[in-house]
């Protein structure tokens, strides 16, 4: 990974995009370098993972995600700390069952040395009606 000190809020954004791309094309490799060793997950039905759980259902095949949308970014910056809440519109298959609905994320990026990784995310499901994409 480079080096991402000159434009920060641009570079965030930046790496979200590589986040989410690595998601729904299975790159584990990209995702294992942008999570940290120590990441804390808490996820949309409140179970609170380590990054080997979190990763698991990708690495077995369990999770697969065919299309991710997004909306309503946020990056707040502070030193070498960025907090980015974004609305993502989801689509694939956990446990060969198909999915598909709306959550709202809340990644904590910390820069170690230059080098920016993601060490705590949340994600809460957003039901019918409570937002919507043409609010951006």
Same mark, same amino acid.
């Given at each position: 990974? =480079? !080096?991402?000190?000159? *434009?920060? *809020?641009?570079?965030?954004?930046?790496?979200?995009? =590589? $986040?989410?791309?690595?998601?729904? %094309?299975?790159?584990? &490799?990209?995702?294992?370098?942008? /999570?940290?060793?120590?990441?804390?997950?808490? %996820?949309?039905?409140?179970?609170? $993972?380590?990054?080997?759980?979190?990763?698991? #259902?990708?690495?077995?095949?369990? $999770?697969?995600?065919?299309?991710?949308? *997004?909306?309503?970014?946020?990056?707040?910056?502070? %030193?070498?700390?960025?907090?980015?809440?974004?609305?993502? &519109?989801? =689509?694939? &298959?956990?446990?060969?069952? #198909?999915?598909?609905?709306?959550?709202?994320?809340? &990644?904590?990026? !910390?820069?170690?040395?230059?080098?920016?990784?993601?060490?705590?995310?949340?994600?809460?499901?957003? /039901?019918?009606?409570?937002?919507?994409?043409?609010?951006?």
């Amino acid at each position: 990974m =480079k !080096n991402l000190t000159s *434009t920060p *809020t641009t570079n965030i954004g930046v790496l979200e995009q =590589k $986040l989410l791309h690595a998601m729904s %094309n299975g790159h584990f &490799r990209t995702l294992d370098l942008l /999570y940290h060793n120590n990441l804390i997950v808490h %996820n949309s039905i409140g179970q609170i $993972l380590t990054k080997s759980a979190f990763m698991e #259902p990708f690495y077995l095949g369990h $999770l697969s995600i065919e299309h991710i949308m *997004t909306s309503q970014q946020q990056i707040s910056l502070y %030193n070498d700390v960025a907090v980015v809440s974004v609305l993502l &519109r989801m =689509k694939g &298959r956990n446990l060969g069952f #198909p999915f598909e609905g709306t959550y709202r994320f809340m &990644r904590t990026w !910390n820069s170690f040395d230059g080098q920016w990784a993601v060490v705590a995310e949340s994600s809460n499901v957003i /039901y019918e009606g409570s937002s919507s994409f043409a609010n951006d």
